[in-house]
Nanobody, 124 residues
């Protein structure tokens, strides 16, 4: 049974920082790409950042480039999302997901397990 457990969300003022963590179990973590997605109320779930199995390749959606950093620790089966210079428009539920393969894409159908989500709220 694959489980992904996110933590680190919360309420922060604009300009502040948060670090999200996602602990994985039930699959050989180092063999799979990972992604962070977010979903605001009434909107679709969109990809924020992805990282391949080794951590060598990453992707960021344009709106977070230069502010967010995705990383992974394969020894501890954990993926992180460091979020700096947060803006009110970053407010959403953030989900981590594990890819079906070594690489990671922006497409939700490429991911077969998802965490429960963690709320990030940025006040202005």
């Amino acid at each position: 049974q694959v489980q992904l457990v996110e933590s680190g969300g919360g309420l922060v003022q604009a300009g502040g920082s948060l670090r999200l963590s996602c602990a994985a179990s039930g699959r050989t973590f180092r063999n799979y790409g990972m992604g962070w997605f977010r979903q605001a109320p009434g909107k679709a779930r969109n990809c924020v950042a992805t990282i391949n199995w080794s951590g060598a390749n990453t992707y960021y959606t344009d709106s977070v480039k230069g502010r967010f950093t995705i990383s992974r620790d394969n020894a501890n089966n954990t993926v992180y999302l460091q979020m700096n210079s947060l803006k009110p428009e970053d407010t959403a539920v953030y989900y981590c997901a594990i890819s079906r393969r070594l690489t990671a894409t922006t497409m939700t159908y490429e991911y077969d397990y998802w965490g429960q989500g963690t709320q990030v709220t940025v006040s202005s």
